[in-house]
């Protein structure tokens, strides 16, 4: 099976500018989430879509960062505007199982984002 | 809230060495956990995964178990080589994953 795929790789943007992230999940998958990841650190989870509806997103910094998944399969994610701490590696997963919510977790290669 | 500590941050072991890293989590009401290798600048790419009612599970070189009531998981793994080298981070579910810092691990030649 494909895996989660994951683009741009790199995005370097000025403080302000506005970015977007794509994300395709593994067919079939339904849940799908939106990890940060900063250097050192573990994933945070962001956002997580069950279809194309939202199940979390307490976590999602909500004056800049935006995402949707409008037919339940791709999605994406936007910060507008960028700040500095927002250089990070931005991770999208789905997981397989029962449900597709308690089986093995997934990840795409992510979008490594810098902020000058 | 679950937290997730691995011991230790940075480990370096020379080729051929057996080694075990450790992942700790404070609830135990968990689905499952799983371990994954993250390689510089990638995404994580799934090793092992242990449902909640398995003790341990393999894969090749790879020995990950599960002592749930103890909050406690180990990556055992033998006859290290430099293509080892990575960071290894666990992860656990109960309403949502929750991650660990993770464990680098550099294996010298």
């Known amino acids: 099976e494909a895996g989660v795929a994951q683009s741009p790789r790199y995005k370097i943007i000025e403080k302000r500018q506005s970015v977007a992230f794509w994300c395709n999940p593994i067919s079939g998958h339904a849940t799908l989430y939106w990890y940060q990841q900063i250097l050192g650190q573990g994933p945070k989870l962001l956002i997580q879509f069950q279809n194309n509806g939202v199940v979390d997103d307490s976590q999602l910094p909500k004056d800049r960062f935006s995402a949707e998944r409008l037919k339940g399969v791709d999605s994406t994610l936007k910060i507008q505007p960028a700040k500095l701490e927002d250089s990070a590696v931005y991770l999208c997963?789905?997981?397989?199982?029962?449900?597709?919510?308690?089986?093995?977790?997934?990840f795409g290669e992510g979008s490594r984002l810098t902020v000058l | 809230k679950q937290e997730v500590t691995q011991i230790p941050a940075a480990l370096s072991v020379p080729e051929g060495e057996n080694l075990v890293l450790n992942c700790s989590f404070t609830?135990?009401?968990?689905?499952?956990l799983q371990w994954f290798r993250q390689d510089p600048g990638k995404g994580l790419t799934s090793l092992l995964l242990?449902?909640?009612?398995?003790r341990e599970q393999t894969s090749g070189r790879l020995n990950a178990s599960l002592d749930k009531s103890s909050g406690r998981s180990t990556l055992y793994i033998a006859a290290s080589q430099p293509g080892d080298s990575a960071t290894y981070l666990c992860a656990v579910f109960g309403n949502q994953f929750y991650f660990g810092t993770g464990t680098s691990l550099t294996v010298i030649p």
């Open positions: 609830d135990s009401a968990i689905y499952n």
């Open positions: 242990i449902q909640s009612s398995q």
């Open positions: 997963a789905s997981p397989r199982g029962a449900g597709g919510i308690t089986g093995e977790l997934f």
